[in-house]
Nanobody, 127 residues
């Protein structure tokens, strides 16, 4: 089993920045792909950014150029640096991990089904 705990959410004004962190514990050696997803009230969950163990990365179009995903395999940490935040970025952000997802080979990589999920951290951006 893998446990994921997110931190770093909060309330910021439009244009501000936040850095989300996700700490993985348990059987972390099995993790191949990790990612950040978000869900706003009344909306479906959407993939924000994914990264695999070899460093391949994909971003949702809505966050390209503003968000940066990174991963420290030695520390079992996942990060999401969010700059130039907009009110539409307001959502609960979730960290996810999976031992077998090869998202770069999928037709819709940001819709990949990850096995392990954190509890989420709230991000609120005011205008």
């Amino acid at each position: 089993q893998v446990q994921l705990v997110e931190s770093g959410g909060g309330s910021v004004q439009s244009g501000g920045s936040l850095r989300l962190s996700c700490a993985a514990s348990g059987y972390t050696s099995i993790i191949y792909s990790m990612g950040w997803f978000r869900q706003a009230p009344g909306k479906e969950r959407e993939g924000v950014a994914l990264i695999d163990r070899d460093g391949r990365i994909i971003y949702a179009d809505s966050v390209k150029g503003r968000f940066t995903i990174s991963r420290d395999n030695a520390k079992n940490m996942l990060y999401l640096q969010m700059n130039s935040l907009k009110p539409e970025d307001t959502a609960m952000y979730y960290c996810a991990a999976d031992p077998s997802v090869r998202f770069y080979a999928l037709g819709h990589p940001l819709k990949a089904d990850f096995r392990y999920w954190g509890q989420g951290t709230q991000v609120a951006v005011s205008s």
